[in-house]
């Protein structure tokens, strides 16, 4: 089992940027898939963004497209979200997971065996 540690929330005033680290420790992570997920209250938690294992291919939800960036580096065993032109509506707790052996990119929860405590992202208007 890995553990994952987000960092790099806070609050921001819309147009700002963030940059979301989830660091890994237990295993390495280059052989899986990572993503991003976001809950915001009172709501589903959703789907942001995932990336391969090698970083090569990357997968975006509409609502962040074009905003936000996922990198790794596998080196560092961190994934990283560069979030860019942030909205109010951005405003959630940010997960990372790792993905379950095999799976290419995975845009659903089920696809993730480990997950991270979540950090919090306050974009203020």
């Known amino acids: 089992q890995v553990q994952l540690v987000e960092s790099g929330g806070g609050l921001v005033q819309a147009g700002g940027s963030l940059r979301l680290s989830c660091a890994a420790s237990g295993r390495t992570l280059s052989s899986y898939s990572m993503g991003w997920f976001r809950q915001a209250p009172g709501k589903e938690r959703e789907f942001v963004t995932a990336i391969n294992w090698s970083g090569g291919s990357t997968h975006y939800a509409d609502s962040v497209k074009g905003r936000f960036t996922v990198f790794r580096d596998n080196a560092k065993n961190t994934v990283y979200l560069q979030m860019n032109s942030l909205k109010p509506e951005d405003t959630a707790v940010y997960y990372c997971?790792?993905?379950?052996?095999?799976?290419?990119?995975?845009?659903?929860?089920?696809?993730?065996?480990?997950w991270g405590q979540g950090t919090q992202v306050t974009v203020s208007s």
């Open positions: 997971a790792a993905s379950y052996p095999g799976i290419a990119i995975g845009a659903t929860m089920e696809s993730y065996d480990d």
